[in-house]
């Protein structure tokens, strides 16, 4: 039987939409920050969770670093990005004293606060929710989609970069997709191509069109050719808030 949400935190919340991949450093967190931000753009108020606990690098993108986390009476208040407050987030990156400080945690550990994240953050109520989680399909995985399986996500958006490694374990993020019976929106390819900031031209650094075979492979939708530009260092220094987004095709 399936189970069903209790009211609470996030019961304002009308879509949720996870960012997961097989491999580590394919730009999940940046995917997520740009989608967070061409929804905004689009007039919807949107939520990041951060649940990437070993690596949350989504304060430092949107300029949130530094910023503390407060209490009331439904539980956490995200840190709100912008002052229209039309983005807020929540991440472990918020918790820690130093943010240099490695998390060192053993599994339950992990779950209970991913279990605390989905249940404690008063988002109060937002159009969209974008869920950045770290790369495989582990634990904290499995305890993300079990703890948010009863608020009905809309499904998952699978990043991958062109090269035949990083698709051969991103396509087993697809399979840990159907196996706990989480629908797939469809495969981004990141990092797909180099845009010349000079002349225009692209260059394929990493090949290109990988991530299209694979969701053609796999039956699943293909969204979106995303190019890697020279703006990309200067979203990582400056934050992503502050500066124009990639090229997508």
């Given at each position: 039987?399936?189970?069903?949400?209790?009211?609470?935190?996030?019961?304002?919340?009308?879509?949720?939409?996870?960012?997961?991949?097989?491999?580590?450093?394919?730009?999940?967190?940046?995917?997520?920050?740009?989608?967070a931000l061409a929804l905004r753009h689009q007039g919807?108020?949107?939520?990041?969770?951060?649940v990437d606990l070993c690596g949350p690098s989504i304060?430092?993108?949107?300029?949130?670093?530094?910023?503390?986390?407060?209490?009331?009476?439904?539980?956490?208040?995200?840190?709100?990005?912008?002052?229209?407050?039309?983005?807020?987030?929540?991440?472990?990156?918020?918790?820690?004293?130093?943010?240099?400080?490695?998390?060192?945690?053993?599994?339950?550990?992990?779950?209970?606060?991913?279990?605390?994240?989905?249940?404690?953050?008063?988002?109060?109520?937002?159009?969209?929710?974008?869920?950045?989680?770290?790369?495989?399909?582990?634990?904290?995985?499995?305890?993300?989609?079990?703890?948010?399986?009863?608020?009905?996500?809309?499904?998952?958006?699978?990043?991958?970069?062109?090269?035949?490694?990083?698709?051969?374990?991103?396509?087993?993020?697809?399979?840990?997709?159907?196996?706990?019976?989480?629908?797939?929106?469809?495969?981004?390819?990141?990092?797909?191509?180099?845009?010349?900031?000079?002349?225009?031209?692209?260059?394929?650094?990493?090949?290109?069109?990988?991530?299209?075979?694979?969701?053609?492979?796999?039956?699943?939708?293909?969204?979106?050719?995303?190019?890697?530009?020279?703006?990309?260092?200067?979203?990582t220094r400056e934050g992503l808030v502050s500066v124009?987004?990639?090229?997508?095709?």
């Amino acid at each position: 039987m399936e189970a069903v949400a209790e009211p609470g935190n996030l019961a304002g919340v009308r879509n949720i939409i996870l960012v997961l991949s097989g491999k580590g450093g394919v730009g999940k967190s940046t995917i997520s920050t740009e989608l967070a931000l061409a929804l905004r753009h689009q007039g919807k108020k949107v939520g990041i969770l951060d649940v990437d606990l070993c690596g949350p690098s989504i304060p430092h993108m949107l300029r949130a670093e530094g910023k503390a986390v407060h209490q009331c009476d439904q539980g956490w208040v995200p840190v709100f990005v912008d002052q229209e407050k039309t983005i807020s987030l929540m991440s472990v990156g918020f918790l820690l004293e130093n943010p240099d400080e490695a998390v060192v945690w053993r599994g339950p550990k992990k779950h209970a606060l991913i279990k605390q994240f989905v249940s404690d953050v008063a988002w109060g109520e937002l159009d969209y929710l974008v869920v950045d989680t770290p790369p495989g399909t582990s634990d904290e995985h499995m305890a993300t989609v079990e703890a948010l399986r009863p608020y009905r996500p809309l499904g998952a958006l699978v990043v991958t970069t062109p090269q035949a490694v990083s698709v051969g374990d991103v396509r087993r993020e697809l399979t840990f997709c159907r196996k706990t019976g989480l629908q797939i929106i469809g495969v981004i390819e990141n990092m797909s191509g180099f845009a010349c900031p000079h002349c225009a031209e692209c260059t394929n650094v990493f090949s290109r069109g990988g991530g299209e075979e694979l969701a053609q492979l796999a039956g699943v939708p293909f969204l979106v050719f995303c190019q890697v530009s020279a703006y990309f260092c200067l979203f990582t220094r400056e934050g992503l808030v502050s500066v124009r987004m990639p090229q997508c095709t």
